[in-house]
């Protein structure tokens, strides 16, 4: 039994074995790997078109960084040749795809600059622009990179109106300027949550501005009134009168602007409120002079 049970152990792990090394060498992985000797006999070959070759090979087998590599190396030497321009093409779409956003972005735009008349050129400038639209972060962290991919994305509409792509960078363009309504937002809440009713009401006053064609336009102006209400809350009494009125102006403008809102019944509700502490008021500054 002890014999048997040897034998089996060894069976096993000789058997493990040879699978890991299959595996290894499958996968090109193994130190000194034919496949990475046959890459290294490519890139040390002087025969250009035989190279080039075997970078379209690789660019269809979407073995990026190999067909990287050889395109680079072909870059200067066929420069002028009419094989040039596709080698271009693949080359900068071989950054995209391996997520190298910024240098895809420049050869992109050299591309259209190298080649402004070709059928490629349009296909080139959009791809510039969703580069950037690639490297747009979630809308907690710096939006730079969504404000530049509007602006190109808009530059490619007005540069080619008869494009098939105008309707991707439009819906792009919406995408963006929904992320950017969205970072707004967050922080004009953020004032409101942290007490800073004054701050909030001019914040979210700036959002209804610069987002005039929202569909949450009624949710901004709604805690617009909020906090010009709880500003006059929390004002000396001199003051409160005064306040309380401005939120009844916001009320009406409310209702006037948005009278199918389901945020309507309270906004009446804040009308109701500051007139009747208005009256409030008024009763005691009697009270107080008689």
Do not use: W
């Not at 074995?17 to 130190?31: E, I, M, P, R, T």
């Amino acid at each position: 039994m002890r014999l048997l049970f040897v034998l089996f152990i060894a069976i096993t792990t000789l058997g493990s074995c040879s699978f890991y090394h299959k595996a290894v060498k499958n996968l090109g992985l193994a130190k000194g790997s034919k496949g990475e000797k046959s890459f290294s006999k490519v890139m040390k070959s002087r025969d250009y078109d035989y190279k080039l070759g075997m970078a379209e090979k690789y660019y269809l087998r979407k073995d990026y960084n190999r067909a990287q590599q050889l395109y680079q190396d072909l870059f200067s030497v066929m420069k002028g040749s009419p094989k040039f321009e596709d080698l271009y093409y693949k080359f900068a779409y071989c950054s995209f795809y391996l997520k190298d956003y910024a240098n895809a972005e420049n050869l992109f735009k050299g591309f259209v600059e190298v080649f402004p008349n070709s059928p490629k050129a349009e296909e080139m400038d959009y791809m510039r622009a969703y580069t950037f639209y690639q490297e747009s972060p979630r809308y907690e962290l710096d939006q730079t990179n969504t404000t530049k991919t509007m602006g190109f994305m808009q530059a490619f509409i007005n540069t080619h109106p008869g494009s098939p792509r105008i309707k991707d960078a439009t819906d792009i363009i919406d995408k963006c300027r929904a992320k950017l309504e969205l970072k707004d937002f967050k922080n004009a809440e953020l004032y409101y949550n942290l007490g800073q009713y004054k701050a909030a009401g001019i914040v979210f006053n700036n959002l209804l501005n610069t987002y005039p064609d929202s569909e949450k336009s009624d949710l901004y102006k709604f805690f617009v009134i909020k906090s010009d209400y709880q500003y006059a809350a929390l004002s000396v009494p001199d003051k409160m009168e005064d306040r309380y009125g401005q939120v009844i102006t916001d009320c009406n403008d409310f209702v006037d602007r948005f009278p199918e809102s389901k945020l309507l019944k309270e906004v009446q509700n804040y009308i109701s409120l500051s007139q009747n502490n208005i009256k409030s008021l008024k009763n005691e500054q009697a009270k107080t002079a008689g």
